[in-house]
């Protein structure tokens, strides 16, 4: 299996090709070679190809890779396979550069692409749709090889899986189809599920807050997802069955979870706790039934409770016990984030001005280091705002519970002592 990327790319092309025909990264430039131009001119040549059209500006080359699985394939047949993959996707057109790198355990290989056609001077323009073919083309040639390739139900099944939201994005459609007597039925369905559905163009989108990107499920989940397949799959299940035993597990681990947490009393987190069963009232006694199949009311009484779980145990971890307390954490948080960023930033400026493959490399490693000890301290921070928020909607509803509490008081008194009071 061959993983490919191409990107866009506005620095100095010199040091690209350079970079890419490495001597110690492609055997002395003997698995480096070029098609419509010659390697060590190439330079030169795409840049006469730009000063003949007048297109010297804007986007130098595309940069592009394709990296296969580690002792797979050798050095020859990698570069075989990446220069027909170049020829067959741009070589009417284009002039690009195609080296192997063998220095790593990955075998690689890097294009160098002309951004302007040599042919009619038009721009080589990187849509989703040429990214497409590229991976398709890709997979066509190391099959071609015998070498392995991941089939298209199984990266439906890899993007599926590869994050919680896109999990219950998946089992909520699935959720909706069979609980569905027609597709409005099944639209209607999602929406109650907090999904905003977008149905154009014979394709349907999903996203749900606070994400802002439509999810199109046909492309991310396969055709079994297609607006042809679901109306098919809605009039196939028409009776009610139990749909799945995964929401078993989901909804008992959920209230595992829960009914494990016993914070001090009067606390922030036993506060969390407590006004659960104000707030969201319906919450706790989801979790007490017994269902048969995913619903709406269960999927969004599990997301609830977990995120109330995991701030009750952000709370008793740090010890905190009061607003205060989440404020002080917070202030703390941003004075250990601000060095680290600081660092960041200048090894940045450092990496700009580094001369070196091996200086960038060492000043790469130190940048990554640094980004993982930022991120949990940038997780804390938007926990700490989230429970805070939280606080001030459980002190405005205090609040209006002791003004409701205190006008049902004086209703009920005689009307002789209401006038009193007035």
């Known amino acids: 299996m061959a993983t490919t990327k191409l990107w866009k790319f506005k620095s100095r092309l010199d040091r690209l090709i350079d970079y890419t025909m490495n001597g110690e990264k492609t055997k002395n430039k003997l698995f480096v070679s070029g098609i419509n131009c010659m390697p060590d001119t190439a330079f030169l040549e795409m ?11 804007g986007i130098e080359c595309f940069h592009g890779y394709q990296s296969f699985v580690e002792r797979e394939v050798t050095p ?45 001077g038009k721009r080589f323009c990187n849509t989703k749709k040429d990214y497409a073919l590229m991976r398709k083309t890709s997979d066509k040639l190391c099959s071609e090889y ?24 998946k089992d909520s459609i699935d959720y909706a189809i069979a609980s569905s007597k027609n597709y409005n039925e099944f639209i209607k369905i999602l929406e109650d599920l ?3 559905v977008t149905d154009k163009n014979n394709s349907l989108s999903v996203r749900r807050e606070p994400y802002k990107r439509n999810t199109r499920i046909e492309r991310q989940f396969g055709k079994h997802y297609s607006k042809e397949n679901i109306y098919k799959r809605i009039l196939e299940t028409q009776t009610s069955f139990p749909y799945s035993p995964e929401p078993y597990l989901l909804m008992n681990r959920t209230r595992e979870n829960y009914e494990k947490l016993n914070p001090k009393k009067g606390s922030l987190a036993w506060l969390f706790l407590h006004y659960i069963k104000l707030l969201h009232p319906h919450t706790e006694n989801v979790l007490k039934t017994n269902f ?52 960041r930033e200048n090894l ?38 989230n429970i805070l928020n939280r606080v001030e909607k459980i002190k405005k509803f205090e609040l209006h519970q002791k003004l409701e509490q205190e006008k049902q008081d004086f209703e009920n008194k005689p009307k002789k002592m209401r006038n009193k009071i007035r």
């Open 47 to 57: 840049t006469n190809v730009k000063k003949q059209f007048f297109k010297t500006g």
């Open 194 to 196: 907090d999904y905003i």
């Open 348 to 385: 940045w400026r450092k990496h700009k001005r580094a001369k070196t493959d091996n200086d960038k490399k060492v000043i790469e490693e130190k940048i990554v280091d640094i980004s993982k000890q930022i991120s949990p301290i940038d997780e804390e921070i938007g926990i700490c705002n």
């Open 292 to 343: 048969t199949r995913m619903t709406p009311i269960l999927l969004h009484a599990i997301k609830e409770m977990n995120e109330f779980s995991e701030r009750v145990r952000f709370l008793c971890k740090y010890n905190l016990e009061t607003d205060a307390d989440v404020m002080e954490f917070k202030k703390s948080a941003y004075q250990r984030l601000a060095p680290l960023k600081s660092e």
């Open 146 to 169: 015998g070498l392995s390739i991941l089939k298209q139900e199984e990266k439906y099944d890899k993007y599926a899986t590869s994050s919680l939201y896109k999990e219950l994005m």
């Open 76 to 120: 020859e047949q990698a570069h075989e396979i990446g220069v027909k993959l170049a020829e067959e996707l741009w070589g009417d057109k284009f002039q690009i550069v195609v080296s192997t790198h063998i220095n790593t355990d990955n075998i690689h290989n890097h294009f160098v692409l002309n951004s302007v056609s040599f042919l009619d």
